[in-house]
């Protein structure tokens, strides 16, 4: 099975690193609880992303992290301003903590159907005297555009709210934020290390933010929720920098790749994505029967049957260089076959 479905780094790390990770975990006292504090986990995330350790709190997953913003900032005296379509997890969290979604979703103007998002929209719900939190996704998933940086500091001059801006793909965007922080205390920056540094199976994620945000999310957060392993394995990785910007120059190549072939289908759109994805619609055929059958012939992409905007949707993620040719390859098949 090709697995194109959920936005993953498709390159394991090198014997190397794999020999490190290795000897690792046969010195790890198992039997042990982790630092609480992750002082060596934040250090090394630190000395990657360039914001104080003080300042990052490192979470089990980004999830988590949503969960706790959600727990400090929601509730049903509150309200979670977002867009849609966009990273289920905020709407879900949301859900799981009592806080009403306020969701403004994309608009598809002209005869090429562009995407456009509802900045006014946003803005004008952002402005009005309620308490609440704003989780921004950029580059979004499954859209794969990224937010103005002119709207988002106008939004943050306007604003005493929370403003989430997930860069969960920032990696393979190569456009971040984080010189915004030290201007706006009410910025706040979620990242993972489950997409670029392929670290899903371990649940690595972190937050950068002011000192208030910290405190209060630091109140909440479970004293041990990460394990000693993926947080000693994290810290490994990160030292492999070199290694893992060689990968997603393979995997942003895949994607242009992937791009380019798919707009040459007829009877598909692709919409241009700035993440390691791309969002699709088919014509021809339903996306429900082309997932299917890319099923059948053993490719798995991510499907929706109701996607906000679109309905039935797709995407595919960029994988390795014979995967995204097979890809291609088996999707003109299915669409010929009519």
């Known amino acids: 099975m090709i697995k194109l479905d959920a936005n993953e780094n498709p390159y394991r790390p090198p014997e190397e690193l794999c020999r490190r990770l290795g000897e690792f975990s046969r010195r790890l006292d198992y039997n042990r609880y982790p630092d609480k504090t992750y002082s060596d986990l934040r250090k090394a995330l630190a000395g990657y992303c360039g914001w104080p350790a003080d300042l990052i709190m490192a979470g089990n997953g980004s999830d988590e992290l949503i969960l706790l913003l959600l727990l400090a ?18 709407a879900h969290y949301a859900r799981a903590t009592g806080t009403p979604a306020v969701e403004k979703t994309y608009r598809l ?58 860069e969960a793909y920032y990696e393979f965007s190569g456009e971040t934020f984080i010189d915004l922080l030290e201007k706006y205390e009410n910025l706040i920056i979620l990242r993972t290390l489950s997409k670029a540094f392929g670290l899903a199976g371990l649940r690595v994620g972190y937050m950068l933010s002011s000192p208030a945000v910290y405190r209060k999310l630091e109140e909440l957060r479970s004293p041990y929720n990460i394990s000693r392993y993926s947080a000693g394995a994290a810290g490994i990785l990160l030292k492999a ?29 692709v919409f241009p ?10 014509e021809v055929k339903s996306p429900a029967k082309v997932y299917q059958e890319l ?44």
């Open 273 to 282: 994505s700035r993440g390691n994805y791309l969002l699709l619609q088919t």
């Open 109 to 166: 103007e002209g005869s090429a159907g562009e995407l456009k998002y509802p900045r006014q929209e946003i803005m004008a719900e952002a402005e009005k005297d309620q308490p609440g939190i704003i989780f921004l996704c950029s580059p979004n998933n499954p859209t794969g555009e990224l937010r103005a940086r002119s709207w988002l500091e106008k939004l943050l001059d306007r604003t005493e709210l929370p403003v989430v801006v997930d």
């Open 241 to 269: 920098r070199e290694y893992y910007q060689n990968s997603w120059k393979k995997i942003m190549s895949g994607r242009e790749f992937l791009y380019r072939g798919l707009s040459e289908l007829a009877g598909l759109t």
């Open 295 to 338: 099923l059948e012939r053993g490719v798995r992409i991510r499907y929706w049957d109701d996607l906000a905007l679109f309905g039935q949707a797709l995407r595919v993620s960029a994988g390795r260089r014979e995967e995204n040719e097979l890809f291609l390859s088996e999707l003109t098949e299915v669409l010929k076959e009519v």
């Open 73 to 90: 900032y929601g509730g049903p005296y509150s309200r979670m301003i977002t867009v849609q379509p966009t990273f289920t997890m905020y």
